[in-house]
């Protein structure tokens, strides 16, 4: 808590400074915090408004509320020390909190293919089909535009031998009827050059305003013309009718009334009005995930592999990546920091480009890894095809993908190990080995331990290798959904939620999501557990 | 006197277009105003968008609507106008696929468009793939499907069952001429279709009115079945390899190390560039392939729906310009007139190697086939399993997908 003009404690950096021997310099400092706040504001009001205007009203709350907050932080005195993780705290509400939000909230909806929409946009599409009622005559037509509006139009239509001059409002007239100087005027297919009061549109010029004109109903009821396209009109009806009290469609043409079921117009008899709207519909999509065949086919296998290849990824990587830690912070190590830079290029290439490489390494008739094992030994496994091969396919490529990340990590942590206790260890006789395994290894785990766990996290998702490996396959035999051997979880909902029948459906693979996430959520909580086992061991050393 | 001088300049600037602009207009139409108000704005993939843009600025010179091209990723256009469409960002047009329908219509996302009288101009397949529940949803500018690729050099005339492409394939690997009669994707079920559809097998049965029907899954029907034995015959005895991929299946073939393949438009520019002699003919034993169209598609949230319905039927909807998609693109185009103004033996042999096809189903309940389908391709291909097993799985399998959502 700061009050100003008291002095400064020295532990704030940043903090209020003393003020300047000559002339003070508050006024400026908070001429220039509330200057950068009112233009913050003024930002955050104009996107707020967009994302009003555009419908998206839950990032708008959030918008709000940031900005809210960060005007409280830096406004009142008393949140003084909220100013120095006002902008964290916003990103991470923007970043973090929003997506998770929002995602469980799209877990409880219908949103996906079919219900992409919002309500008033289906209700204006369904409401702006038409159809012709039937004997309705084909039309062609002329525009002309009056010289006085340029945004009312009269229409010159003609059908076999009969001619109509058609206005807005007013019952057709026949030629017959029509003024002498209409008459007077009829080029050779019949089309009047001279309508007064208005000018006649060349072909040409009606393209610019075709759909202004489809949206003027000429003549009177029951007899209009509506433009329907460049070379026809007729008389066009409104298909469904929406009644607003009732929250029905009714369609005009056969009489059948359809209500909304879960954000789709449906009649009595099951038939749709597509496309549907997006609608809360409450555990829907987690009634769905839990009685899905998905859950009753090979879900365990699929659930089991996804640990292993987890679990196995972080062991090997890790393994791999204190091996050569140790080795280069070997003092004795020649070439160190050339060798280092070497070693560090799987990290530094994109895995998705060497994810694929590997995988052409692997394949059977050209890759090099094929054809070097088959010239060597005369057979080579199929890397791809054979389900423990692939298994082993996939651990070797995770493995050269992750060990130069276990090795940055591990070689900071080893340089700040205490090599007091190293001496102490090895006057007490102890050797190499015996040294790794109760010191440097515990020590390390200290400092590496959530790393390991967030790389688990990582891998359990590890959606990229497993799809450009074999897409999950090769396919597991007889299962009740398809899946395959390498399919871990995310990869396998994936299909299940993007490949089931309906397109994309967010709100299901949203529902899945959030599984996941609780998965994790929880093999994660338990793994902060055992590392406070290791901290013991660190603290008794 | 250099004051004059730039004077004369500026003047002849600002006369010299003004003269030629009043020259090219003088002809019976009027003088057209460009509108800035009324654009209209077209998704196109790079294959299309010159051709587009060219006559998009035709349409501008001549009707006044100024015309833009986007150029995006075939596959992405669909994603983006999914997203773009209902924000009301999207294009009046774009270009797509005829399967993309089951998606596009589902959401409301593209409009019914109307050919009238025009209709009777393109082939009946390729309207038939942009219908979709018995509207209209695209107007098509070329069909694609797969035939029956043969090297002459090797196999004198082509098979006429699948019988006999076993025959040929033993009796040209026990001759010892290639090392492989006949060669295919591993896991890949499209190009399996037509072995299927000769032996009487299909994937959704049809409804009387043409649509398909996602209740009747032909997976495991006797003729899908026996097409599936067919292909577990041909791995065992060795005719047909594993593991091989798009690429490796048409490296064989055009290096001469295999005598007969299966393969689409698409292949023929790599097939050339090769130097392979190779024949294209129909698919044995009356195969018919899927059909692929693909056209144009007018957005639900245009606000210019009638007039990009005018500029595709009136402007677009014209030999030369389909005569020009065709170039580029190298499908067969949809258009009668310029389907008949090609002489090309190549295009003329897909056309008569998919006068039987059949669209690709575009009802939504397809995405649930293909991963279940082309699992059971692979497991007979890796001989994990029979044939018949394979693919008695792999119709379980859609049905509880398809029922399961």
């Known amino acids: 808590m700061q009050t100003e003009g008291a002095p400064a404690p020295s532990s704030l950096p940043g903090g209020p400074k003393p003020s300047h021997p000559f002339f003070s310099l508050k006024p400026v400092r908070l001429l220039i915090r509330f200057g950068m706040l009112a233009i913050l504001d003024a930002f955050s009001l104009l996107f707020i408004w967009t994302l009003i205007a555009n419908g998206r009203y839950p990032l708008a709350a959030f918008v709000f509320v940031i900005t809210v907050g960060v005007n409280i932080a830096f406004l009142v005195e008393k949140a003084y020390p909220f100013r120095w993780f006002a902008p964290g705290l916003a990103l991470m509400i923007l970043m973090l909190v929003y997506p998770t939000a929002y995602t469980l909230y799209v877990a409880f909806t219908n949103y996906g293919d079919g219900n992409l929409l919002t309500r008033v946009q289906v209700i204006d599409q369904i409401e702006s089909r038409t159809f012709a009622p039937e004997g309705a005559t084909e039309y062609s037509w002329t525009a002309f535009r009056s010289n006085s509006d340029p945004d009312e139009y009269v229409l010159w239509i003609q059908t076999e031998g009969e001619s109509f001059l058609a206005e807005v409002g007013e019952e057709l007239t026949t030629l017959d009827n029509a003024s002498s100087a209409i008459r007077g005027s009829l080029d050779a297919s019949g089309i009047p050059t001279d309508v007064p009061g208005f000018t006649r549109l060349a072909p040409n010029q009606i393209f610019a305003i075709l759909d202004a004109l489809t949206e003027i109903t000429f003549g009177e009821e029951p007899n209009t013309v509506t433009v329907d396209s460049v070379r026809v009109a007729r008389r066009l009806e409104q298909r469904y009718l929406f009644d607003s009290v009732a929250d029905t469609f009714t369609d005009q043409r056969t009489g059948v009334v359809y209500t909304p079921v879960q954000g789709t117009f449906t009649a009595d008899d099951g038939s749709t009005l597509s496309p549907g709207y997006w609608v809360p519909v409450g555990g829907e999509n987690f009634r769905r995930l839990f009685r899905s065949p998905s859950l009753r086919g090979p879900f365990i296998r699929v659930l089991i592999w996804t640990f292993a290849f987890a679990v196995f990824s972080v062991l090997l990587t890790f393994s791999v990546g204190l091996f050569f830690a140790m080795v280069f912070d070997h003092p004795n190590m020649p070439a160190k920091n050339v060798l280092r830079s070497l070693v560090l290029i799987p990290y530094a290439l994109p895995a998705f480009i060497t994810a694929n490489i590997w995988r052409g390494m692997f394949l059977p008739q050209f890759g090099v890894i094929s054809t070097t094992l088959e010239n060597l030994f005369g057979s080579s496994p199929l890397w791809l095809a054979d389900p423990t091969w692939a298994k082993v396919g996939i651990l070797i490529i995770q493995t050269w993908l992750g060990f130069p990340y276990m090795m940055i990590i591990c070689t900071g942590a080893l340089q700040s190990l205490p090599s007091d206790i190293f001496e102490a260890a090895t006057i007490d006789g102890a050797g190499p080995l015996r040294k790794f395994w109760n010191l440097t290894l515990p020590l390390l785990l200290v400092s590496v331990g959530p790393l390991l766990i967030a790389s688990f996290a990582f891998n359990f998702n590890n959606f990229t290798l497993i799809d450009i490996y074999a897409e999950g396959g090769p396919p597991i035999v007889g299962t009740l959904t398809p899946a395959g051997h390498t399919d871990i979880l995310i990869t396998y909902v994936f299909r299940l939620a993007f490949s089931g029948g309906r397109g994309a459906d967010f709100g299901y693979a949203s529902a899945i999501t959030m599984v996941i996430f609780l998965i994790l959520a929880t093999i994660t909580a338990l793994q902060f557990r055992f590392t406070r086992i290791w901290e013991e061991i660190s603290e008794n050393v | 006197m250099k004051r004059f001088v730039l004077v004369l300049l500026i003047l002849a600037a600002i006369l010299v277009p003004a003269f030629a602009a009043a020259e090219a207009e003088a002809?019976?139409?009027?003088?057209?105003?460009?509108?800035?108000?009324?654009?209209?704005?077209?998704?196109?993939?790079?294959?299309?968008?010159?051709?587009?843009?060219?006559?998009?600025?035709?349409?501008?010179?001549?009707?006044?609507?100024?015309?833009?091209?986007?150029?995006?990723?075939?596959?992405?256009?669909?994603?983006?106008?999914?997203?773009?469409?209902?924000?009301?960002?999207?294009?009046?047009?774009?270009?797509?696929?005829?399967?993309?329908?089951?998606?596009?219509?589902?959401?409301?996302?593209?409009?019914?468009?109307?050919?009238?009288?025009?209709?009777?101009?393109?082939?009946?397949?390729?309207?038939?793939?942009?219908?979709?529940?018995?509207?209209?949803?695209?107007?098509?500018?070329?069909?694609?499907?797969?035939?029956?690729?043969?090297?002459?050099?090797?196999?004198?005339?082509?098979?006429?069952?699948?019988?006999?492409?076993?025959?040929?394939?033993?009796?040209?690997?026990?001759?010892?001429?290639?090392?492989?009669?006949?060669?295919?994707?591993?896991?890949?079920?499209?190009?399996?279709?037509?072995?299927?559809?000769?032996?009487?097998?299909?994937?959704?049965?049809?409804?009387?009115?043409?649509?398909?029907?996602?209740?009747?899954?032909?997976?495991?029907?006797?003729?899908?079945?026996?097409?599936?034995?067919?292909?577990?015959?041909?791995?065992?005895?060795?005719?047909?390899?594993?593991?091989?991929?798009?690429?490796?299946?048409?490296?064989?073939?055009?290096?001469?190390?295999?005598?007969?393949?299966?393969?689409?438009?698409?292949?023929?520019?790599?097939?050339?560039?090769?130097?392979?002699?190779?024949?294209?003919?129909?698919?044995?034993?009356?195969?018919?392939?899927?059909?692929?169209?693909?056209?144009?598609?007018?957005?639900?949230?245009?606000?210019?729906?009638?007039?990009?319905?005018?500029?595709?039927?009136?402007?677009?909807?014209?030999?030369?310009?389909?005569?020009?998609?065709?170039?580029?693109?190298?499908?067969?185009?949809?258009?009668?007139?310029?389907?008949?103004?090609?002489?090309?033996?190549?295009?003329?042999?897909?056309?008569?190697?998919?006068?039987?096809?059949?669209?690709?189903?575009?009802?939504?309940?397809?995405?649930?086939?293909?991963?279940?389908?082309?699992?059971?391709?692979?497991?007979?291909?890796?001989?994990?399993?029979?044939?018949?097993?394979?693919?008695?799985?792999?119709?379980?399998?859609?049905?509880?997908?398809?029922?399961?959502?």
Request: no cysteine; hydrophobic share 45%.
């Open chain 2, 27 to 405: 002809p019976v139409e009027e003088p057209i105003v460009v509108d800035p108000d009324t654009t209209l704005v077209i998704w196109a993939d790079d294959t299309r968008a010159p051709i587009l843009e060219a006559i998009g600025a035709d349409f501008t010179a001549q009707y006044g609507v100024p015309v833009t091209i986007q150029e995006l990723g075939f596959g992405d256009i669909r994603d983006n106008i999914k997203v773009a469409g209902p924000a009301g960002e999207g294009a009046d047009i774009i270009i797509g696929a005829h399967d993309w329908l089951g998606e596009l219509v589902g959401s409301g996302i593209v409009a019914p468009i109307d050919l009238g009288s025009r209709v009777n101009d393109f082939t009946s397949s390729s309207i038939a793939g942009f219908t979709y529940d018995g509207e209209l949803y695209g107007m098509p500018y070329a069909v694609e499907n797969l035939a029956f690729f043969y090297n002459p050099d090797f196999v004198s005339q082509a098979p006429e069952t699948w019988e006999e492409v076993r025959r040929v394939a033993e009796s040209l690997q026990n001759a010892g001429t290639v090392e492989y009669g006949f060669v295919r994707q591993e896991g890949d079920p499209y190009h399996f279709f037509p072995i299927q559809t000769a032996y009487g097998g299909y994937v959704f049965g049809v409804n009387s009115d043409g649509t398909y029907d996602a209740d009747d899954v032909g997976i495991d029907n006797a003729g899908s079945i026996e097409a599936a034995t067919w292909l577990e015959g041909m791995v065992t005895s060795g005719n047909i390899p594993a593991g091989v991929d798009w690429d490796t299946y048409h490296s064989l073939f055009e290096s001469g190390q295999a005598a007969m393949i299966v393969t689409g438009p698409w292949a023929l520019d790599r097939l050339d560039a090769s130097g392979v002699n190779y024949e294209i003919a129909n698919l044995p034993g009356g195969g018919k392939p899927f059909l692929g169209v693909q056209g144009f598609m007018i957005s639900s949230f245009s606000e210019n729906q009638a007039l990009a319905e005018a500029f595709l039927t009136e402007f677009v909807a014209t030999t030369d310009v389909m005569l020009d998609l065709f170039d580029r693109g190298g499908r067969p185009p949809a258009l009668i007139d310029a389907l008949n103004a090609i002489d090309d033996p190549r295009m003329a042999a897909f056309g008569e190697a998919g006068r039987e096809g059949l669209p690709m189903p575009a009802i939504p309940e397809m995405s649930a086939v293909w991963s279940a389908w082309g699992d059971a391709v692979t497991l007979i291909m890796q001989e994990q399993v029979t044939g018949a097993e394979a693919f008695a799985t792999a119709a379980e399998q859609v049905r509880a997908t398809i029922a399961g959502n």
